[in-house]
């Protein structure tokens, strides 16, 4: 069996273990050890893949397998991954196994609750080792039905509201996703569709790339928050339970970005070229509106949601700089952010569980009641305005110098507007930090709150040690990136 198959067999069993588990220690047990071994998996994945590069194999992608599903349309299980699906299956690990801790006290209904995490996560992970298009485009499927049940039966607040919102913006995006991908198969008149076979074809007309891309970029684009196709993410993230927002937040949203890149910029290089301008206006205005937004809410989950609209519009903005320095901030960017946002989301969760608000406005002095979540809060907080030393600088810091290196008007502008973000963020970043965790606490019920919990640590000092391992330790990381980033950026070069 291949090796990459195992991110997909570990869930299937996961999935068969929970439905045969009897009792909350079962239940747990599954989950533990199943996330436990995707995360080794992933590691392990990671050294092979790094031992394959160092010996001197240059293929583009590695421990690649085929299967014929169906002949009719040359469908296979075609898997393989490079640099990019190697961090970002390192990246979906560690957020599922965090997630499993941040939800070891959930109820009711634990069992189905982590039955459709797990469909979730092996929807996420088919998708980054899959290199078919047809293969990718039902794993990604895969990933987003599962969200309207567990924010609709497990959410909070508008929790109907916000999953009907969300299943019914992301599937019309799925939609434009469909009819984009058979455009390229059909076009390229292509007899398989292995995206590596068709970009080596190279022979979709012009004409029909300005079809194509469009379509393709605004599918995946929808689940990067692209503007104004956003308005779907705050809501969502607001009522998804703890380890959905996450996840969601984590690594859903980072589909858009590596489907933006891996597949529309690609496959149709011609038209990115051409037509890159009208989707940087928008991503430009996702940067800086979604900065602004999360400036004026009121509500933790609303002002870390509208910060993911900004800093996933950061991704497709560098990704449309059509070179290798800003797409490997992109690909920096989707790994820090994963991180950041997932820390976030854990810390608000437990928050809210202690004070049963998530009311900026009837929060104040939880440092002196809860110090290490509070710590923890601040160093997220110092992460995301983009602190020297943790994830956020160095891949900020690499998709604004990437972007600069376009020498032209347009494109600087637009970067020096991108780059206002990075204030805007300082702003709301340190506000809230200085309103919620500092001062007198004047509610005398929150007097009596505790600190994080055994499982609440291990999900919280899991992701501080990656988000501060990638902010000290980057280089080998965005070296892996680089060079796998290159074979798609040579074709985007006019």
């Not at 299943?167 to 058979?182: P, Y």
């Not at 398989?192 to 194509?212: G, K």
Request: aromatic share 12%; hydrophobic share 55%.
């Amino acid at each position: 069996m291949n090796f990459l198959s195992i991110f997909v067999l570990i869930p299937l069993l996961m999935l068969a273990g929970l439905w045969a588990a009897r009792g909350i220690k079962a239940i747990r047990g599954v989950m533990v050890t199943g996330a436990s071994a995707l995360l080794i998996a992933s590691v392990v994945l990671t050294f092979m893949y790094l031992g394959e590069r160092s010996a001197g194999n240059t293929a583009e992608m590695l421990f690649r397998a085929d299967t014929l599903w169906y002949a009719p349309l040359h469908i296979s299980y075609s898997v393989g991954v490079d640099g990019i699906s190697v961090a970002m299956l390192l990246l979906s690990a560690v957020i599922v196994f965090t997630g499993t801790f941040a939800s070891w006290r959930l109820q009711p209904l634990t069992k189905e609750y982590f039955l459709w995490f797990t469909l979730l996560s092996m929807g996420v992970f088919g998708f980054f080792i899959s290199i078919d298009l047809f293969t990718m485009f039902m794993f990604y499927e895969i990933a987003l039905i599962p969200m309207y049940l567990l924010i609709g039966v497990w959410g909070s607040g508008r929790k109907e509201y916000a999953a009907m919102k969300l299943t019914l913006m992301l599937m019309g995006g799925s939609a434009f996703l469909l009819i984009g991908i058979l455009g390229i198969y059909f076009g390229s008149g292509a007899t398989t569709m292995n995206l590596l076979e068709i970009a080596q074809l190279h022979n979709i007309p012009f004409a029909q790339q300005c079809i194509w891309f469009p379509l393709t970029f605004l599918g995946f684009g929808v689940l990067g928050a692209l503007f104004p196709f956003h308005t779907w993410s705050p809501d969502g993230h607001a009522s998804a339970p703890t380890a959905v927002s996450m996840l969601h937040a984590g690594v859903l949203m980072k589909l858009g970005g590596y489907g933006c890149f891996r597949i529309a910029m690609y496959l149709m290089p011609e038209a990115a070229n051409e037509l890159s301008w009208i989707f940087l206006i928008l991503t430009g205005i996702s940067v800086v509106y979604g900065a602004f937004s999360a400036c004026v809410q009121t509500d933790l989950k609303y002002i870390n949601a509208y910060s993911s609209v900004s800093h996933c519009g950061l991704v497709l903005f560098a990704i449309l700089m059509l070179n290798q320095t800003a797409a490997t901030g992109a690909i920096l960017q989707m790994l820090s952010h994963g991180l950041m946002t997932a820390l976030f989301f854990a810390l608000i969760g437990m928050i809210y569980g202690r004070t049963h608000t998530r009311d900026v406005r009837e929060l104040t002095g939880l440092m002196k009641v809860m110090p290490f979540l509070s710590v923890c809060y601040v160093i997220a907080g110092l992460a995301n305005l983009g602190l020297p030393g943790l994830s956020g600088f160095i891949a900020e810091m690499t998709i604004f110098v990437g972007s600069f290196q376009n020498n032209d008007v347009f494109h600087r502008t637009l970067t020096i507007i991108a780059c206002s973000s990075i204030v805007i963020t300082a702003v709301y970043i340190l506000r809230l930090i200085g309103k919620i965790l500092y001062g007198t606490c004047t509610n005398k019920h929150h007097l009596a709150l505790t600190d994080a919990t055994w499982d609440e640590r291990v999900a919280v000092i899991c992701l501080i040690v990656c988000v501060a391992g990638l902010g000290m330790a980057p280089f080998w990381v965005s070296h892996m990136i680089g060079e796998s980033v290159l074979p798609v950026v040579s074709q985007l070069i006019p």
